[in-house]
């Protein structure tokens, strides 16, 4: 029997394109394409039974994808939610993603076909994602290396800072030092550690 798929992603051309594309698949039943999580969840009660697999984009009017995650998990414990995300793919996504619950993470420059084949793994009970997300997830397993240059103390207190989730103004605040202190020392913390983005730094810390 084909499996049951709901699409939701906020772009008609986009959305378009995938009900296209997998809905012409003797695999898939399309029973929904929708713009947001907050018509998905309304518009679902409407069926004879809920879908599979649901398709998701990540940045959604609304809630956004990942939180769509939970939210479908709770009220659609059967359902599998795989994630789409814009390249290269941000790693907080990423691992917000999946630590929500999705099981599968595609890129949407991935080819149509590379979806279609990822799509039916999950719905026989495996997990896919694109190999360029692939790779994050797997970078975050590996030790972290030490870096070439140790932080120094204030540099180590604004990472401290981070991890707590305190803002550039309140780090400013705590420590006595200007706003582009602030700024310079998270700048070289990342040309230390090789790293680009907070999500980084929070998933490198938590390796160490």
């Not at 599979?52 to 956004?64: E, N, Y």
């Not at 995300?85 to 993603?97: C, D, K, S």
């Not at 103390?153 to 706003?179: F, H, N, W």
Request: aromatic share 6%; net charge neutral.
């Amino acid at each position: 029997m084909p499996v049951s798929l709901a699409i939701i992603e906020d772009v008609p051309a986009v959305r378009q394109a995938l009900h296209t594309y997998l809905c012409a698949q003797p695999e898939f039943d399309c029973v929904l394409a929708v713009g947001s999580v907050e018509d998905f969840l309304a518009q679902v009660k409407t069926l004879a039974a809920p879908p599979r697999l649901v398709l998701s984009d990540i940045g959604l009017p609304g809630k956004s994808g990942i939180e769509g995650v939970g939210l479908i998990r709770a009220q659609l414990p059967g359902t599998d939610v795989v994630l789409l995300t814009t390249p290269p793919g941000n790693p907080e996504w990423i691992f917000q993603g999946l630590c929500a619950g999705a099981v599968g993470y595609f890129l949407k420059n991935t080819p149509l076909a590379d979806l279609k084949a990822g799509l039916i793994s999950v719905a026989e009970g495996g997990s896919s994602m694109s190999p360029a997300v692939a790779r994050q997830v797997v970078k975050f397993f590996q030790p972290a290396a030490a870096p070439e240059q140790p932080l120094t103390p204030r540099e180590q207190q604004v990472v401290q800072a981070i991890e707590e989730g305190l803002s550039y103004k309140l780090i400013a605040a705590r420590l006595g030092i200007g706003l582009d202190t602030v700024r310079g020392h998270i700048k070289s913390i990342y040309g230390k550690l090789h790293i680009n983005s907070k999500g980084e730094l929070l998933a490198r810390n938590r390796r160490w």
